[in-house]
């Protein structure tokens, strides 16, 4: 339940007064980037290097709250991935230092580690002292998951950059008018479909990318995909990047002519059967982009990937839809007169999953029970209100699949996000789930789901009904969804 709470700062803070009016006329709140790494030790003596990242905003009284992520960085657990929330308490400490107590719970796993159903809990107390931008420090922590054989106590590292929240309140006619980035600050969303061949085969994927823009042609993101296609369903990555594009446009406005760019990409990724050694990966990758009416854009990407711990060498070539998310900062272009500038609603929820029969490799079925967080907006500005695009991510909690996970995305025709009272919906999701021996035999995936529920202000409540079917796999099961997140002004 940890998760639901960590993602509703947004509708606690805007009604309760926690958010802070920000001198432009909209709202604001503390938000902390962090990363952090650590070594656990297995019951047989085997160590897995853990990285960890987290986005916590400021909800009042010294507590943050949001969404966080482990991966596997060193050993041979490649592909182990959690996926949950975080409660963090702050205080000063002596001599300028700061700190921190906090409680992260997810859910997750991946080659083949121990954990059981997939459930993480993570304690931990941390001491930081201000160096450069951010705040270093030391962090006692213990990982462990109760149905698995995982129980580790451990100390690490913590690197942390205090940022500003920027929002408005859900429904808000107009934006409010400064320079700024508002929510977290990436500018440009992209949706991928693509493929890895490599000696030992091939297989397809399917992922996310947000942009952060830079100014002259520079960006930096993030990125997560997961298998979809070719036998390697439970392979799963996520990775920070960063690059450079040059637009051969000769003039202003619309243009055939694309921009180039390259693109480079490290994090973690494994699982599938797919040998990433400890889970490091690296790609170096070409770009094509060309801008389309409504904000929306279309990539083109051709690399490699490698990793430097394990075999895996591969060439990757994947499309991309792309959605220009800031409008005043997509592309470089100079700021619209604040009249023009339109806020657009966003809705964030954590979700708790039923799953009453999923169907594993071996002829049997049982429940599985998940955690994950899921995110809808308007596709388009220039387009009707009732089409949203969402979609989310989801690891296993509950059953035994603790391995199992997924990635879905997909349209909605369903109530306005800004609207108030009952909101229904219908949804056509699509993704790459696998992993903890559900049969989903190369990883793509499809949801229905219909959904009703209660907008409060900037509270949501949501329960959705519907079935996940795998493409090739024997997968075939009820879904059962409930969701509480915050709707905001972007």
């Given at each position: 339940m940890l998760l639901l709470g960590s993602l509703l700062v947004m509708p606690a803070a805007a009604q309760t007064g926690g958010s802070a009016p920000a001198t432009d006329g909209g709202r604001s709140l503390p938000l902390n980037w962090r990363i952090g790494i650590e070594q656990?030790?297995?019951?047989?003596?085997?160590?897995?290097?853990?990285?960890?990242?987290?986005?916590?905003?400021g909800v009042g009284n010294g507590w943050f709250a949001g969404p966080i992520v482990f991966g596997a960085a060193?050993?041979?657990?490649?592909?182990?991935?959690?996926?949950?929330?975080?409660?963090?308490?702050?205080?000063?400490?002596?001599?300028?230092?700061?700190?921190?107590a906090g409680l992260a719970i997810g859910g997750g796993g991946g080659a083949a580690a121990p954990v059981g159903s997939g459930l993480m809990l993570r304690p931990h107390l941390d001491w930081s002292w201000p160096v450069g931008p951010g705040w270093l420090g030391i962090t006692a922590s213990r990982v462990d998951f109760p149905r698995g054989a995982i129980a580790s106590n451990q100390i690490g590292l913590v690197y942390s950059v205090d940022d500003i929240f920027r929002y408005q309140r859900a429904?808000?006619?107009r934006s409010a008018g400064s320079g700024q980035r508002s929510g977290f600050g990436f500018d440009r969303f992209w949706l991928l479909a693509g493929q890895y061949r490599s000696k030992s085969g091939n297989h397809g994927y399917g992922g996310l990318r947000a942009d952060h823009l830079l100014g002259n042609g520079f960006h930096v993101g993030i990125e997560a995909a997961g298998a979809a296609q070719g036998g390697a369903d439970g392979y799963a990555e996520i990775l920070g990047s960063i690059g450079k594009e040059w637009s051969l446009k000769t003039g202003p406005g619309p243009s055939a002519l694309p921009a180039v760019g390259i693109r480079a990409a490290a994090g973690l990724g494994g699982g599938g059967a797919v040998d990433t050694g400890g889970g490091p990966l690296l790609k170096l990758a070409a770009t094509l982009h060309w801008d389309l009416p409504h904000d929306l854009a279309l990539g083109v990407e051709a690399g490699r990937t490698m990793a430097p711990d394990g075999s895996f060498?591969?060439?990757?070539?994947?499309?991309?839809?792309?959605?220009?998310?800031d409008r005043r900062a997509a592309g470089g272009r100079a700021a619209a007169a604040p009249a023009d500038l339109r806020a657009d609603t966003v809705e964030w929820a954590a979700t708790?999953?039923?799953?009453p029969q999923m169907d594993y490799r071996n002829g049997s079925s049982d429940a599985v029970q998940t955690v994950g967080m899921r995110l809808s907006r308007r596709l388009s500005p220039a387009l009707d209100e009732h089409l949203q695009l969402t979609g989310g991510i989801h690891f296993a909690a509950g059953g035994r699949a603790g391995a199992y996970g997924a990635g879905l995305i997909g349209l909605a025709l369903a109530t306005p996000l800004q609207q108030q009272g009952l909101h229904?919906?219908?949804?056509?999701?699509?993704?790459?789930?696998?992993?903890g021996g559900i049969d989903t035999r190369g990883g793509a995936v499809v949801q229905p789901m219909l959904r009703a529920g209660w907008a409060d202000g900037s509270q949501r409540w949501r329960i959705g009904v519907g079935q996940i079917r795998s493409l090739r796999g024997d997968l075939r099961s009820?879904?059962?969804?409930?969701?509480?997140?915050?709707?905001?002004g972007l």
């Open positions: 656990l030790k297995l019951p047989d003596g085997e160590q897995i290097g853990l990285v960890g990242a987290s986005a916590l905003v060193s050993g041979q657990r490649g592909g182990l991935f959690v996926i949950g929330g975080e409660a963090l308490w702050r205080t000063a400490g002596p001599a300028g230092s700061r700190i921190e429904g808000s006619a060498r591969a060439n990757h070539l994947h499309l991309a839809l792309g959605l220009n998310l708790l999953g039923h799953f229904l919906g219908a949804e056509m999701l699509a993704g790459a789930a696998g992993g009820p879904v059962v969804e409930l969701s509480y997140g915050a709707a905001i």
